[in-house]
């Protein structure tokens, strides 16, 4: 199973939210760079960088921290957060991203995503698909939609995407344990495909079950910051 830790970015800063909740910020003191140069010392080789302040503002705003992160690290870092435009997708590559992650823009503004898909390929790409009733939410999670989960991954598979960003947002920032039943699902429904689980891991044996259930991908914030999770505990897992 892959481990992959996340960095939530406000004003430069590491923070986490409560179900996607703006008001419900917790700072942490360490620095977005110094948490990912520990992430890599213990043999992580990705991460997740969530502009938070993007999302709001509908374009990237901390490229800044970014570029920092993959010149003093090797690890292969996927961006998210207001990428809207190819201005915005050309800017987050050449900031060192190794994959973009879009959500926002694969709901408002789908035809615009599969014109960046055939320009710089479908491997490259990961669909955020965030998650609350079993439908998406977008906008950092602030506007939710009636699009089934199920539809919104069928349409995109049908043009190449193979990985697909799945955060249970009633479960994110909780530590209460991640949406075990609706990673089951959609492994079952789409075999050929790769989640990769975001919200609630709490604990060792949250990531224990994960991988019993074979859950290829799982990200981790809050339990790391928090100290439930050790990043030395992580070294059993990576791969």
């Not at 481990?3 to 700072?27: F, H, M, W």
């Not at 089934?148 to 209460?176: H, P, R």
Request: proline share 3%.
């Amino acid at each position: 199973m892959k481990i992959i830790p996340a960095i939530d970015l406000i004003d430069g800063k590491c923070v986490r939210l409560s179900q996607g909740n703006y008001d419900l910020k917790t700072e942490y003191t360490t620095s977005p760079v110094e948490m990912a140069k520990q992430f890599e010392a213990v043999g992580v080789q990705r991460l997740h960088l969530v502009d938070l302040d993007g999302a709001k503002a509908g374009h990237p705003k901390n490229l800044s921290i970014l570029e920092a992160i993959t010149k003093v690290t090797k690890l292969h870092v996927d961006f998210s957060g207001g990428i809207r435009t190819e201005e915005d997708v050309d800017q987050v590559f050449s900031a060192g991203a190794t994959y973009i992650a879009v959500g926002s823009a694969a709901v408002k503004n789908p035809q615009q995503v599969k014109r960046w898909i055939e320009k710089i390929g479908a491997q490259k790409v990961i669909i955020g698909a965030d998650i609350r009733g079993r439908n998406i939410a977008i906008s950092g999670w602030t506007e939710d939609t009636d699009i089934a989960i199920y539809n919104f991954i069928t349409e995109w598979t049908s043009v190449g995407i193979k990985t697909f960003l799945c955060t249970a947002i009633e479960m994110d920032g909780l530590l209460q344990g991640p949406d075990f039943s609706l990673y089951q699902e959609l492994q079952y429904r789409f075999p050929a495909s790769i989640f990769i689980a975001g919200g609630g891991v709490s604990s060792i044996s949250d990531l224990a079950r994960l991988q019993e259930q074979n859950t290829q991908e799982v990200i981790i914030g809050k339990a790391i910051y928090e100290g439930r999770i050790t990043l030395d505990a992580l070294t059993e897992f990576l791969c």
